[in-house]
């Protein structure tokens, strides 16, 4: 008899990851596009308000999981948290957007202002300051020829005509073929050149202007972000930490896909919520909150609806006894307490906490990594690439559903070559990605697309480093500590997402934009190396004679 996945019993627990999701999913694109473009912050600043959210988390994370190993209720360990911290959660998160409203409207007015009203003066500035001195160079573009597109700003027309294409200026005058060619270059040359200086210049106008000298309001916003992440933290831990409670620790990467492609289908949900919000309306915060609080609030119902916890527990715990799967390392513990340590136990046992903390290490260097360009990435696709904030959901949107795909064969990849070579292999393809993103990708017609694959193979890779990593740390973890263990999964995770905001910043302030991805590729390479020391973390196989136990009683 073959131990067996319950994909049904996964998919139902998965609901309380797709509750975390659907939060973190659009607060991960939404929010640093609403701080860029409400308060117009440095990337280095932006990113620093991003990263003081994930400190928060460092230090309640592992609390929460701790407090939720050693609770004892008629709902189980875990659902009580998860529903009163998404409860809490999405009573105060529709704040967050409230609070930016006003200086929203102020920084969207001043826009419109000053755009009317360039000088050749502030393009100089632009240039000296903001511009892509390497780009432009190799494109023979110096200050006065920048200078001169970016005066003549981009010229508006309509096309018509479906065989040939006729060309209109925004005064209805017919151009002709001539007229037409000059325009279309001289919107190209706008777009490639000077729309992402200019974009980075107009956001530090905002900041010097308007956020300079209402300060109050920026720390209005910190102060209700800071409850929302308290109240998203409190049940973060119990809500992973339930799959490896009621899940063989052979079949945890399998699991571990099933999860995660419920958190892909939180993440759908975000994405379909913010990409409609920002085709409908140029200030579409307010309603992308509430929806999503809405989303979450469905998603609780449904899990609530489908799970017994303890009743789950109880099953697994009489699977484990059929096959002789011991998930309670302390219950060996408890049997050989009597028992002397030989010299090669207390040498396996230092190997193994070793290989924890490399394993800890590695998944602090890839989110190091992943975390710079997920919190970059609405502000790198809209300022950088200019595209529209629509256009740019779409790509983070697709490349979430298109991954989503590979979750469970990703899973079984686990059982084939190990999860240690999977995880290896996944950042290979992030650090390819990176790269390749970092030396070609400029803004251009065709720019959406290549980014858009490469960012699909990027994530694809961090996929499968993300099915097995998890299973990795818990797997060295008591059945009685898998929720203290979880807390210190997401100190390693949380740890890089607090800093890693700032310091990406720091490099897109000195280095430009694109550097951004270059910081990517060399901490997955760093991440590589640590994952290449570890040497425990796989799945234990089934014990043969409990195996062959089961099939005589069959018999």
């Known amino acids: ?120 003066e502030q393009w100089g500035e632009i240039y000296e300051n903001f511009g892509d001195k390497l780009y432009l160079n190799n494109n023979n573009i110096d200050k006065n020829k920048f200078i001169k597109i ?18 209109y200026d925004k005064d209805g005058n017919q151009l002709s073929d001539e007229q037409a060619k000059a325009y279309l270059d001289q919107n190209a040359d706008y777009q490639r050149f000077c729309v992402s200086p200019f974009n980075s210049w107009m956001s530090k106008q905002i900041n010097d202007n308007i956020t300079q000298h209402n300060i109050s309001r920026l720390v209005v916003y910190m102060i209700i972000l800071f409850f929302v992440l308290v109240s998203m933290a409190t049940f973060r831990s119990p809500a992973v930490a339930l799959m490896p409670d009621v899940t063989p620790k052979p079949l945890r990467s399998p699991a571990n896909a099933i999860i995660n492609l419920m958190g892909g289908v939180g ?37 609530l609806i489908l799970v017994n916890e303890n009743k789950f527990v109880r099953e697994c715990q009489e699977i484990c006894a059929e ?46 990594g992943y975390n710079a360009v997920t919190s970059n990435l609405s502000v790198y696709t809209t300022r950088t690439l200019n ?34 070579k999977s995880v290896i292999v996944g950042f290979v393809m992030a650090i390819i990605s990176y790269i390749l993103i970092w030396l070609w990708i400029r803004p251009s017609s065709y720019a959406q697309y290549v980014f858009a694959v490469f960012y699909l193979i990027s994530g694809f890779g961090l996929i499968i480093a993300n099915v097995n990593t998890f299973p990795m740390v818990v797997e060295l973890a008591p059945e009685s500590q898998v929720g203290r263990y ?28 694109t550097a951004l991805f270059a910081y990517s590729a060399i901490s997955v390479v760093i991440a590589v190396v640590l994952m ?23 018999q």
């Open 486 to 513: 979880t807390g210190y999964y997401y100190v390693a995770t949380m740890s890089a997402q607090a800093v890693t905001p700032f310091f990406a910043g720091l490099i897109m302030d000195k280095l430009g934009d």
């Open 387 to 420: 595209l529209d904030p629509g256009v740019a959901s779409i790509i983070s949107g697709v490349s979430m559903g298109v991954s989503a795909i590979a979750f469970i064969p990703v899973g079984y990849l686990a059982t084939k070559i190990g999860r240690r």
């Open 150 to 167: 970016g005066m003549k700003g981009e010229y508006e027309l309509e096309s018509k005509g479906l065989i040939k294409k006729t060309y």
């Open 323 to 368: 096959y002789g799967i011991n998930n309670d390392e302390d219950a060996i513990k408890k049997e050989e307490k009597d028992a002397v340590l030989t010299v090669q136990d207390k040498v396996e046992n230092k190997k193994k906490m070793m290989s924890f903390f490399f394993i800890l290490a590695a998944i602090f260097m890839w989110f190091i």
């Open 267 to 303: 993440g759908a949900l975000a994405f379909v919520i913010y990409t409609v919000g920002f085709f409908i309306s140029s200030n579409p915060f307010i309603g992308i909150f509430a929806c999503v609080g809405g989303g979450m609030l469905l998603l609780l119902a449904v899990f």
């Open 532 to 554: 290449a020391l570890v040497k425990h973390g796989d799945s234990r196989p089934v014990k043969k004679e409990a195996i062959k136990e089961v099939l005589e009683q069959d």
């Open 1 to 120: 008899m073959k131990l067996k996945l319950d994909y049904k019993k996964t998919i139902k627990v998965g609901f309380a990851f797709a509750i975390i999701m659907i939060f973190w999913t659009a607060y991960d694109f939404v929010v640093p596009y609403l701080l860029d473009r409400a308060f117009g912050l440095s990337n280095a600043m932006r990113g620093l308000v991003m990263g003081l959210d994930n400190l928060l988390s460092l230090f309640l994370l592992p609390i929460f999981g701790k407090i939720s190993d050693k609770t004892k209720s008629r709902f189980g360990r875990r659902t009580p948290f998860i529903v009163l911290g998404t409860v809490a959660t999405v009573a105060l998160m529709i704040f967050v957007p409230v609070s930016a409203n006003t200086q929203l409207k102020e920084a969207n007015a001043l826009r419109e202002e000053i755009t009317q009203q360039m000088t050749v």
